[in-house]
Each structure stands twice: as C-alpha cells, then as structure tokens.
C-alpha cells in the first residue's frame, strides 16, 4: 500500500501566485514526521520544510508553509508568491515511528512558474 | 549546498561492470543513508549506516553492497550491473535518526549509465 500519495503529477502556477502542492499520507503510527523536497532540474534533493505529528502549529520556512491536516492525513505544501526558481519536483515524505525508520517518499509533482 | 558530497557526478560503465560511489557526510552527521532514484521506482530506500554500523535495509539487492568507514564517508558499491540499475544515486545524511524530527540532507547525486 502506499504511504504516501501525490496526485498532482504536474501544477502550473503564474508568477507571484501562490500554489498548494498536495500530499496524502497513511500510517497507523501516531509518531511520525513529514518532509517536503525540491528537486530542481540540476538534479539535487533540497530539503524545505518538517512536520511532526504531536506539532500543534502548521510548520512554516520563509516562503512555504504546511497545511498540516492531522485528521484527513493531509499535509500540503503551500508556496506562497511563486517565483521562476520555484520550477521543480517536489517530494512529499514521511517518516514512521522513532528510531531509523527510513524516508517514504511520494512520487512527486512537477511545478512549472509561468512569467 | 547541504555540506553533503558525492562523487562522481556521473558514471557511464558497461554492463557486467563493478563500480563505487562515494559519499561524504555533512560534518556533525553520524548517519549516512542511500536511495536510487529511477524514472518507474520512484525513490527508494537502499541502507542506512550510522557511526560505521549498518542500521537499516531496504530493497538493496545483494549485487549492491555498501560501507561507513572510520572516518564517517561512505561507499556504495554495486557489481554486475545491469541496464535497469542505470539512475541517480543519493546519499544523504542526518545527526541523530532516532529522532523523529531528523532531517535528512542530500548529496547531489551520482548519476549512473549502464550501456
């Protein structure tokens, strides 16, 4: 079964708007963390933004955010006033439990910011 | 620049053919994982190392093997390799996986051809 699910295999967005990246998640551990990725055409894996499960408040890094939905297993990426070096794939992950559980990755979606 | 280095960048080899990536951890970082990245398996999870020990496996075949030495870097090391093991590789690594909140940080990839 997979744990995490990114249904939006591509998003266009215009410049300076702001665009929500959308990830779904499955377990059944109540301790879990989440991660977002960019990976730009150069081909590096970018780290962006966490979220644990026991956070009260939606984790934010400058320009993104996470739309932290415990109950729906949600946890979307907001970013916000989108930029041209925004164009990438972006990677939801998670990761279970405590103790070298390894990242569980989506199969990302490709953002492309249009002028 | 996560502080994460790999080399080489590419590799173009011939099928049959034995070869070693190498991965050095950000300083401070104990633990060193690898992941291959192909176009149909997405991301995946190969081995994690932490202070030289192998911590954790995932759908590493035994043509692949991998090492933390001393010194905290790493080798990845795959043997007669086939057309379909042709992808980027990554290394990554993070301070403490016991925590939930550990953060992996890439490498920027060592990108593999098998002619």
């Known amino acids: 079964a997979q744990k995490i699910t990114q249904t939006q295999p591509g998003m266009f967005v215009q410049e300076k708007e702001a665009v929500t990246l959308d990830c779904t998640y499955d377990?059944?551990?109540?301790?879990?963390?989440l991660f977002w990725y960019k990976q730009p055409s150069s081909g590096e894996m970018i780290f962006l933004i966490y979220?644990?499960?026991?956070?009260?408040q939606n984790a934010t890094e400058g320009r993104y955010s996470l739309n932290f939905q415990k109950a729906r297993k949600s946890a979307n990426l907001v970013i916000s006033a989108s930029q041209l070096g925004d164009s990438a794939m972006y990677f939801c992950a998670m990761r279970e439990g405590s103790g070298n559980t390894p990242l569980v990755f989506g199969k990302g979606t490709r953002l492309s910011v249009i002028a | 620049d996560s502080g994460v280095t790999q080399t080489p960048k590419h590799l173009i080899t011939a099928t049959g053919q034995r070869v070693t990536l190498r991965c050095s951890p950000r300083s401070g970082d104990l633990s060193v994982y690898w992941y291959q990245q192909s176009l149909d398996q997405g991301l995946q999870f190969l081995i994690q190392?932490?202070?030289?020990?192998?911590?954790a496996k995932g759908n590493i075949l035994e043509r692949f093997s991998a090492q933390q030495f001393p010194d905290l870097h790493s080798e990845l090391n795959l043997s007669s390799l086939e057309l379909g093991d042709s992808a980027l590789y990554f290394c990554a690594s993070s301070v403490t996986p016991r925590a939930i909140t550990d953060t992996q940080y890439f490498g920027p990839g060592t990108r593999l051809t098998v002619l």
């Open positions: 190392y932490y202070n030289g020990e192998e911590r």
């Open positions: 377990t059944s551990d109540p301790s879990y963390g």
């Open positions: 979220q644990g499960s026991y956070d009260q």
